[in-house]
């Protein structure tokens, strides 16, 4: 059993950066990969980043590419999203959740049984 807290999020302007952060309670850490996903109002939620147990293997769907950064400091049990030249299009609300690494790629949104609250993003252009 995993629980996520997500915080940091909040209304930037368009240019501007934040850092969301994923807050986990799994007793090991490296045994479970933690993915971003968003859903803005009227869409799918989409997956948005993810990285693996130890942090050696990252994702991005291409329109974070280059923008967005995922990280994992597993002695905090944290993952952090720094967003950053954000658009108005990165608005939505921002989920984290984890899948035991034993389910095979991060990219695939199959498995992620472990969700946090979410937390809001309002990019103004």
């Known amino acids: 059993q995993v629980q996520l807290v997500e915080s940091g999020g909040g209304l930037v302007q368009a240019g501007g950066s934040l850092r969301l952060s994923c807050a986990a309670s799994g007793r090991t850490p490296s045994n479970y990969a933690v993915g971003w996903f968003r859903q803005a109002p009227g869409k799918e939620r989409v997956i948005v980043a993810a990285?693996?147990?130890?942090?050696?293997?990252?994702y991005y769907v291409d329109a974070v590419k280059g923008r967005f950064s995922i990280s994992r400091d597993n002695a905090k049990n944290t993952v952090y999203l720094q967003m950053n030249s954000m658009q108005a299009e990165d608005t939505a609300v921002y989920y984290c959740?984890?899948?035991?690494?034993?389910?095979?790629?991060?990219?695939?949104?199959?498995?992620?049984?472990?969700w946090g609250q979410g937390t809001q993003v309002t990019v103004s252009s």
């Open positions: 959740a984890a899948k035991w690494t034993y389910y095979g790629r991060i990219s695939s949104v199959d498995k992620y049984d472990y």
């Open positions: 990285v693996s147990g130890n942090g050696g293997s990252t």
